[in-house]
């Protein structure tokens, strides 16, 4: 055994900034397993989740969410979905394989994405500046969810309400996305 | 540019990454014959140079990772049809 034990930190140290009509803030408490499909299994995960939790598979760039509402489902491949769902322990892997009790493959990535919130009436104003993807109200409608590029970065696009979306960016350019975000903000409003 | 993905609707080109003309499908299989050698050298190498509507390989690199077969017009940069490389493939018969 160590003798020392390892800290979580988040990626961007809780930030949150207020604008008027919008609030750009860290998501915190919140944890990411990639769930691999495989082809041969699709039917049987799908009846071990809806079993387990309620839940069925989205189509693509959909969610679906548990009946307690605890866990989300985003469908950004074919053949895998990412559980995002309120968890803050070391092993979040396991958690998710237990609540799922589905026969897939299950990775942790929280740790290597950073989380961030838009949100208010004008998140969108402040958005489609640096977002290639149409966020008309009736086209990226709630619970939608596209993994795209913003400022050259992989980045996931969730709108989680009616204005709010949450963003992820690799953990390493969490500071500098945030950066874009507010500078954004400052052109816009 | 914007490509009409199959699966995901208009998505910018920017998200994408070009292979190349979509023969690049069409591996020989007769990799175990002598005649292999010159069937190889046509398909590692050998390209038609279209003025016209191209079959081309794109990759959604930053989107869903999938393969898409997409026919552009070379002159106009117009895009005529969007398909996912997997049912291209199976189309003709090859296998996944």
Known sequence: MSDYELVVESALDGAE????????????????????LPRSKFTEIESSMTK???????GMERSTQSKDSSITLWRLQKNQVLAYFS??????EVNIANRLNAPAYYTDQSDTWAMIRVNGPRSRDVLERICPIDLSKNVFSV???????????GTIIYRDDDDSYVLLTMRSFGVSMLHAIEVSAKNVL | MIINHPLLGPRDSEEFVYLGAADLINRP??????????DFYQYQYIRENVAGDHRELWYHEQGDQSWLVVTRNT???????VELAQDVSRGIGRGK
């Open chain 1, 17 to 36: 900034h207020e604008f008027e009509g919008v609030t750009v803030s860290e998501v915190v408490g919140k944890s990411l397993v990639m769930v691999a």
């Open chain 1, 143 to 153: 619970g939608n969810v596209s993994r795209t590029i913003m400022e050259h970065i």
């Open chain 2, 29 to 38: 299989s007769n990799w175990e014959h002598d005649a292999s050698a010159e």
């Open chain 2, 75 to 81: 002159l106009s940069h117009e895009i005529i049809n």
């Open chain 1, 87 to 92: 968890y803050e322990g070391n092993d979040a």
């Open chain 1, 52 to 58: 387990s939790c309620g839940l069925s598979l989205p």
